[in-house]
């Protein structure tokens, strides 16, 4: 893809707006639905885990079984978002999963904890891709990747943040009677519910009814977007339609599904797992740590992960979207996780998986502009939820199999080097995939930039 085309007043003030009217709020969102989703990795080693007599199959379950309901509801719910608008349906979610993640607070089994990680994935069903084909409803697909980078910055963060959050929660065991993990999983509940019923009054499904933009710049981003979604109506490649049978039968999108896959097995098993085997350095290594110190290093990867994600969307931005942007992190990321195994030190393993997590969240939200660039409509909200359902799907089994892994092996070498060899594929795939299509369509004008424009 190329630079960015030249840009006017009017385009620069549109989406410098909706830079700070729009991203950050949907960011918070995303920070609060990850840190709702990924809390339960606090609360394993800081006695849950012992509370519930969970072994690490069970907690693995536990986790990945969330996947299982997000999946059941992903595509019905993103259509359901598409048909009814973003504000209503993004706040519905919020509430909905708040008040299934408050009840956590009250589990006292391990099927209790099967059954609210199931009805967790079910409220939350459609909130990230729906978020992501909001965002890039409002943006023609050159600044796609930038907004997308910015949102995607909440991810990370939640956990800069939300460990230590987290980690000061449970030490405040005792208030109302409650074990410390009782107590982080109540207050960390609250805010969803709080931002949901925000979101319904502050959110705007189209750029045509946003009033804090001027007449001129909501003229602009209409025509921009109409002419976008014309064009990609219209391309030459049929399954470019916009409607829902073409997201099912288009190949690109199932190959992009794959290439998720990979992304998102590596994450998950870094959320959920990372936390435990944080834990277990302090028999590995013969020291001791706090509550709080296991928090501050559980966030440490995950600072330099933020900034490089920031950056390396900028790149992406200003000189076009590239394999290499998607690719490149897949193999260092691949390369990397099996590697931090042979650390001798909690420093120099924590200094590996941060590599790790910096290769991750570099690729994703460069990856998630390239399915908007040839989806439109019906089959953009269902293209898109189709590949975040083979991300859930990664999701559970990272989960899973890492914790059965880890039971059946007894050390995280097996479930390491699972994570490394799902992340290389995802980097054939896409060097493949974009291979292929070298062949394809003429490009339109750099304002498209469709897939097929990817070197």
């Known amino acids: 893809m190329g630079a960015d085309a030249p840009s006017t007043a009017v385009e620069r003030t549109a989406i410098k707006k909706i830079s700070v009217r729009l991203v950050p709020f949907v960011a918070l969102m995303f920070f609060v639905n990850y840190l709702d989703r990924t809390a339960v990795s606090f609360a394993e080693p800081n006695g849950m885990g012992e509370d519930l007599a969970l072994t690490a199959a069970q907690f693995g379950l536990a986790s990945g079984i969330f996947f299982i309901g997000y999946i059941v509801l992903e595509v019905p719910s993103n259509m359901a978002l598409h048909r009814f608008g973003a504000r209503r349906w993004l706040a519905r979610i919020m509430v909905t999963w708040g008040i299934v993640s408050l009840l956590f607070t009250w589990v006292n089994s391990s099927g209790q904890l099967y059954t609210l990680r199931f009805l967790l994935g079910v409220a939350e069903a459609g909130f990230f891709p729906g978020a992501i084909l909001f965002l890039s409803q409002w943006v023609p697909a050159r600044h796609r990747t930038k907004i997308l980078g910015l949102f995607y910055l909440a991810q990370p963060l939640t956990t800069v943040f939300g460990a230590p959050l987290a980690g000061w929660l449970i030490g405040r065991h ?58 990609k109506a219209g391309h030459e490649d049929q399954h470019a339609k916009s409607d829902l049978k073409a997201a099912f039968a288009n190949g690109r999108v199932w190959v992009l599904a794959l290439v998720y896959f990979g992304f998102v097995y590596g994450l998950y098993a870094l959320a959920f797992f990372l936390p435990t085997i944080i834990n277990g350095f302090q028999e590995q290594y ?18 330099p992960a933020a900034v490089v994600l920031f950056f390396w969307t900028r790149h992406a931005t200003r000189h076009g979207t590239r394999t290499w942007h998607v690719a490149g992190p897949a193999v260092v990321g691949g390369v990397s996780i099996p590697l931090a195994l042979y650390m001798g030190s909690p420093t120099a393993t924590v200094a590996v998986i ?65 994570v490394g060899f799902f992340m290389l594929l995802s980097a054939v795939l896409m060097i493949w995939l974009a291979t292929r299509n070298r062949t394809a369509a003429p490009a339109p004008g750099p304002e498209q930039q469709p897939l097929e424009a990817l070197r």
């Open 354 to 418: 941060t590599v790790t997590a910096c290769a991750i969240f570099a690729a994703l939200p460069v990856f998630w502009s390239v399915p908007s660039r040839f989806l439109t409509g019906a089959a953009a909200a269902a293209g898109i939820a189709l590949i975040n359902t083979a991300g859930n799907v990664a999701g559970f089994a990272a989960s899973y199999i890492t914790g059965w892994l880890k039971d059946w092996s007894g050390d995280y070498y097996v479930p390491l080097y699972l």
């Open 174 to 231: 005792g208030l109302f009677g409650l074990e410390g993990w009782r107590v982080m999983f109540l207050f960390v509940s609250l805010p969803a519910i709080v931002l949901g019923v925000i979101a319904w009054f502050y959110l705007i499904d189209r750029p045509a009814d946003a009033k804090w933009l001027t007449p001129a710049e909501r003229d602009w981003l209409t025509k921009e977007l109409a002419a976008e979604n014309a064009h």
């Open 286 to 303: 013969d020291t001791t740590f706090s509550v709080m110190d296991k928090a501050w290093i559980t966030a440490i990867p995950y600072l």
